[in-house]
């Protein structure tokens, strides 16, 4: 028997991830020079606005910062900061204003902080019904090497074949 046979499978949400790098020109130690902003302080500023914005309506969306790293010393303003972010929604428009509502909160608070943005990873949501043939096919494979199934939606390298209308599962 599978588990929750009327779900869909696969995710419903567009993603994309940012590499962020903020960085000054010069790291002074930090009693030479308290008025310097610090390129950790910079990051830590834009990760803290984007935590307190409210999501959008619209779609199931979160965002999330897993990753910062950044300066060479405790007692040395750090010059380099890095961080990712990851942006997710069930609608591309949704998705759309949270990308814009980064870039207007990086503006606001970025500072005197030179800063570099890459877009490291951008899935287009995908979807299949549970009574798709292939799907059916997976449950049943699983099923007969007595592993437990259940349909659920999460994000998986699947979203690239839907996208391009070619029916896959993960």
Known sequence: NHLAPDAGCESRADWKRWWSRQRDEWAPSTWEAADVDSAVHGAARIIAALD?????????????????????AINVR???????????????????????????II????????????CIGNR????????????LAALDALVGVDIAT???????DANAAHAAGIPAVA
């Open 52 to 72: 307190t914005e409210p999501l959008p309506d619209g779609g199931e969306s979160s965002v999330n910062v897993g990753i910062i790293s950044g300066g060479t």
């Open 78 to 104: 750090a010059s380099e900061a890095h961080f990712e972010v990851d942006l997710r929604s069930s609608s591309p428009d949704v998705l759309e204003e949270l990308d814009k509502t980064l870039f207007r």
């Open 107 to 118: 503006a606001a608070n970025k500072f005197d902080l030179e800063d570099d943005w890459d």
């Open 124 to 135: 287009p949501a995908g979807f299949i019904e549970s009574d798709h043939e292939l799907v």
């Open 150 to 156: 259940e349909l659920t939606a999460g994000s998986t």
